[in-house]
């Protein structure tokens, strides 16, 4: 179930245009572009598209009976880590970065975005496989740095096949088991990190792992904890 577009811009606006247009997309189903155009991260920033690279997006429709919709992104985060496990040697240089990052050796590696449209959640995926971007604000990789670049299609297919499986494990299981596995695939607890919050601006901390709704537990200097919904983070 994984369509391949050879150029578009956004497959996660690709998606939200035909949900619009009344089709109904199956869960499972993958779009996925050889190139975007309009490619987005989070705040709306650009996503890199360089070839060889994955981008696509998928679709979840979240039920009354699921956990809170918001936690879909720890659940996209274990899906992209343990599909690019397959492909990395040294499974210790990869860490999740909550609440959507998986990071390479401190470098960004992945980036996860979710957007709702209607009673769907379109999840968008972007993992470097072959180029990484030069960013003027934080370090990235690619998996080719670290050994041959996957196959894009071959990528496509595992990471397909482990968001099913943790999907799954999400609504049959609730979060707990969720958030310990997330937590045991995370860079350890007192890592330092810093957290850009529109209205406060930065916030400095250790990691204190996460609390039990999925937000981040940010331990502060003065030794409270304070847990974080929304926010850019980094490792400081």
């Excluded at 494990?169 to 995370?186: H, I, K, N, V």
């Excluded at 810093?194 to 937000?215: K, T, Y």
């Amino acid at each position: 179930m994984i369509e391949t577009l050879p150029h578009t811009g956004s497959t996660n606006a690709d998606i939200a245009a035909r949900l619009k247009a009344g089709e109904r997309i199956a869960e499972g189903f993958w779009l996925v572009a050889d190139r975007q155009t309009a490619g987005r991260g989070r705040h709306g920033r650009t996503w890199f598209d360089g070839h060889g690279n994955f981008m696509g997006s998928t679709v979840v429709y979240p039920s009354d009976r699921d956990p809170p919709a918001p936690t879909l992104a720890l659940v996209a985060g274990l899906a992209v880590y343990e599909a690019a496990l397959a492909f990395c040697a040294d499974p210790a240089v990869l860490k999740l970065k909550w609440p959507n990052d998986l990071m390479l050796s401190g470098a960004k590696l992945a980036g996860i975005l979710l957007e709702g449209q209607g009673d769907a959640v379109i999840v968008g995926i972007g993992l470097n496989l072959v180029h990484a971007p030069d960013l003027p604000d934080r370090p990235t990789a690619s998996l080719s740095h670290i050994g041959p670049a996957p196959d894009r299609d071959m990528f496509a297919s595992a990471l397909a096949s482990s968001f099913t499986t943790e999907l799954q494990r999400w609504r049959t299981y609730g979060l707990d088991p969720l958030l310990r596995r997330w937590e045991s695939a995370a860079h350890p607890r007192g890592t330092a990190l810093h957290v850009n919050e529109q209205s406060e601006g930065i916030i400095r901390g250790q990691f204190d792992g996460l609390a039990v709704d999925g937000s981040l537990r940010l331990r502060l200097a003065d030794g409270s904890t304070r847990a974080i919904h929304a926010g850019d983070v980094m490792l400081a």
